[in-house]
């Protein structure tokens, strides 16, 4: 009996490793999102730096549980033992911090503004978090907190024991805030105006919370004074504290509350997106929203860790940029403009960078979701109009952080994937601004445009940082806009002037390495050069990872580094390096640093943007298995359903949005082409209905975890032997069908003709 359990179990320990059970039918893909991936993060290593943002897809108002003191970027830690309060917040990423926030906090018994004597001890056993619904048991109170969103509002449920001492708190934050008790009205009113930059000297966020039950006892505090009795209250930092008779869990004290950055008047307008609905009618409809925009993206036939990690992250795909326009009271879309302080019509949207989401955020919004890019083309139409410039990192306005010009990017993809502006001039003529002048703040414009003008590149000996990072961007950058320019049909002159400027990169490449360095301005190269020093002529990463920047031209790459089988052995020199590096840059190893060294795939540094693309470019140099190979490694070890479940900074969807298309089997490599490059695809069976009605089916024969590999491709019933796909071919509604198998098929995709574009070959 004991040997036939022995071999009983070696046969079902072998049949799970390599071949976990595959799922063959998702149903609602809310039920696999985890709003809590990436939240096990610290300053010092980020698995994320995310928070479970409580939101409708591109909210203007996120809302999220604060572990986190007062300002703190890290509003939410997956470790942390207690809950100060539950934020609304408008934060994209915590090195940005937040603007126009406030929070909420029940309690019992306990009076007090303090935030830390309100925090509550709490557990993720008793947590529930998913985008449209979030519920915590707060146990030093015995008082359950549930919240469900809209756009502009939410709903609170607050379950508290019997008690004649319930308190709500609002915490208006620092930095001037307002309250006014109106107790006739069971309401709050009042301003946040806390923000980390980026916003007018008018800026206000307005918010209303509206209670179903009457106040017994109301206070105000101001600068650390709480004083009982006082209904309205101007200062550094306010807030009141509301107090409820509740007769026991039976009797829950319902909020509603909404905010606007108009006027008061305007947060009660969007308090009407919850009217008289109930919380479980506004927990409904937040669920089927998302479930509508998730299930835009059907797979099965993935494992159900796989399924989590993919649909967690077309969540967080889903949620920047934000949406920061309201309906006025005629139903007209107005915004107040983070660019001029004045309220306007049209559409506008904020936090993003573009640094980050240019490269696959934008271009996947592009194919699944063209109706919401047309609307953030129109918004940054209107950026332009009010502000003078196109913004490189907004959140709400011009930031200045990052290296780029990569709106010109944004842009042009766009209207190349179909995205048709009615502004498309206005945002030409902004993106030609762009490229030829430095802005107001280094980060919007081009810092270093006279000397780029001049000689083609960003000198090394300038003082102007991250200057050959600069150098290969605005290449790129000068190609979206020929490949725009062409497009709605220009003149010679500006065809020819961005077409030459996109062929700069060729400037920093020094053939004694083989890789990019900064050039000094009078032509020499700079010395001395360690192609592992982080920074310096780079922006967060190094040599190695940046060489890789010439989305454009990977032709002419392979041609500069002595043909296709030289670059196909720097391209393997990537994963077969040490992950060492030079810091002394920075003085100390930033956590981009780490995350590549910890995870043991040599240079590859998949936690942050520069190097994302570079394992599919094996399909430029005729051998694609390699990226097949690298890529689903990367899908299967840099990638997890759990809270520490991605290997860097998410960055406002873009690293999601990269393992969405990866899974897929597909890749943007250079956006503002009309192309993806073939990877590696992970499920049996992807249906992708687009927004034309039309549908992309991707089905994949032996798909398993070991084979990972191409053996063959049909598009529409026919073989198909290319390393890429045609967007405007796909969007007509195709039929991809993969047999894969654990060997490489060395024959297939080697031809020059099977590889992707290249300005060098194609054009």
């Not at 029940?106 to 557990?123: C, H, I, L, P, W």
């Not at 915590?136 to 969103?149: C, F, I, N, Q, S």
């Not at 956006?671 to 039309?694: C, R, T």
Request: charge should be neutral; glycine fraction near 8%; include cysteine.
């Amino acid at each position: 009996m004991k040997l036939k359990f022995l071999v009983f179990s070696i046969l079902l320990l072998s049949a799970s490793v390599g071949h976990a059970q595959r799922i063959s039918q998702v149903g609602k893909p809310l039920d696999y999102v985890s709003t809590l991936v990436g939240t096990q993060s610290t300053y010092f290593l980020s698995s994320g730096n995310t928070y479970p943002a409580i939101a409708v897809p591109w909210g203007m108002n996120f809302w999220s549980p604060q572990t986190g003191k007062m300002g703190d970027g890290w509003m939410y830690t997956y470790t942390a033992e207690k809950i100060r309060g539950i934020k609304q917040t408008h934060q994209p990423s915590p090195w940005m911090n937040d603007y126009g926030q406030f929070s909420i906090m029940a309690m019992v018994g306990n009076k007090t503004f303090d935030q830390e004597k309100r925090a509550s001890y709490f557990s993720h056993k008793a947590e529930v978090a998913k985008p449209h619904y979030y519920s915590v048991y707060l146990a030093d109170y015995d008082t359950k907190v549930e919240v469900t969103p809209t756009s502009r509002a939410a709903y609170f449920r607050f379950t508290f024991p019997q008690t004649e001492e319930a308190y709500v708190l609002l915490d208006a934050f620092d930095k001037g805030s307002y309250v006014e008790v109106l107790p006739q009205e069971n309401k709050i009113i009042g301003y946040s105006t806390k923000n980390s930059g980026g916003v007018p000297s008018n800026f206000k966020n307005y918010f209303v919370l509206e209670f179903n039950k009457p106040f017994k006892d109301i206070s105000t505090f101001a600068d650390s004074v709480l004083e009982d009795g006082r209904y309205s209250v101007k200062a550094e930092h306010v807030g009141a504290l509301i107090g409820f008779s509740v007769k026991g869990k039976d009797d829950p004290l319902l909020m509603k509350v909404a905010s606007s950055f108009i006027s008061n008047e305007q947060a009660e307008r969007n308090l009407k997106e919850i009217g008289d609905k109930t919380f479980e009618m506004v927990k409904s409809e937040a669920e089927s929203i998302w479930n509508k925009e998730l299930g835009k993206i059907e797979v099965r036939g993935g494992t159900i860790d796989q399924l989590r990690t993919f649909y967690s992250c077309l969540y967080r795909s889903l949620l920047f940029p934000r949406t920061f326009y309201e309906y006025n009271e005629n139903g007209d879309i107005v915004h107040y403009s983070p660019y001029n302080g004045q309220v306007l019509p049209g559409y506008m949207f904020t936090d993003t960078g573009f640094w980050d989401t240019f490269r696959c955020l934008f271009p996947f919004l592009n194919l699944m979701y063209p109706e919401m890019s047309l609307k953030m083309q129109d918004g940054l139409a209107n950026a332009y109009r009010e502000g003078g410039w196109l913004p490189e990192w907004a959140s709400p306005g011009y930031r200045n952080v990052m290296v780029g010009n990569n709106s010109a990017s944004v842009v042009a993809d766009a209207w190349i994937k179909g995205v048709r502006s009615k502004d498309i001039e206005i945002l030409y003529e902004a993106v030609v601004k762009g490229s030829k002048n430095a802005g107001p703040l280094p980060a919007v414009g081009r810092a270093g445009a006279e000397y780029y003008n001049e000689l083609g590149y960003v000198p090394y000996d300038v003082n102007i940082n991250e200057n050959a990072a600069r150098t290969l961007e605005y290449a790129y950058d000068d190609f979206a806009i020929y490949q725009l320019a062409k497009a709605i049909g220009k003149g010679k002159d500006d065809l020819q002037f961005y077409k030459d400027r996109s062929f700069n990169y060729k400037k920093l490449f020094d053939p004694a390495t083989g890789l990019m360095r900064g050039k000094n301005k009078d032509g020499s190269f700079q010395s001395p050069f360690n192609p592992f020093k982080w920074g310096d002529a780079f922006t967060e990463g190094n040599s190695w990872h940046y060489s890789w920047s010439v989305f454009q031209d990977f032709a002419g790459l392979a041609k500069l580094m002595g043909g296709n089988k030289a670059m196909e052995n720097k391209l393997d020199s990537v994963f077969i390096l040490p992950p060492i590096f030079d810091d002394s840059y920075y003085g100390f190893p930033i956590h981009e640093i780490r995350e590549m060294q910890i995870v043991n795939m040599g240079q590859y540094a998949h936690g942050n943007q520069p190097i994302q693309h570079m394992a599919y470019l094996y399909n430029y140099v005729g051998a694609p298995w390699k990226s097949q190979f690298w890529v689903r490694e990367t899908m299967d070890r840099m990638y997890s359903p759990n809270p520490d479940g991605y290997c860097g900074d998410e960055d406002n969807g873009q690293t999601s949005a990269w393992y969405v298309f990866s899974a897929l089997g597909f890749y943007p490599v250079t956006p503002a082409v009309d192309e993806y490059v073939i990877g590696s695809p992970l499920f049996d069976e992807v249906k992708l209905h687009l927004s034309n009605g039309k549908t992309i089916e991707i089905r994949s024969v032996n798909n398993n975890a070991e084979n990972r590999y191409i053996k063959d491709l049909t598009l529409n019933g026919k073989s198909y032997s290319k390393n890429y796909l045609k967007h405007s071919e796909l969007i007509k509604g195709a039929k991809l069908n993969f047999t894969m198998d654990n060997k490489p098929n060395t024959k297939r995709g080697i031809q020059s003709s099977d590889f992707p574009y290249s300005l060098s070959t194609h054009d």
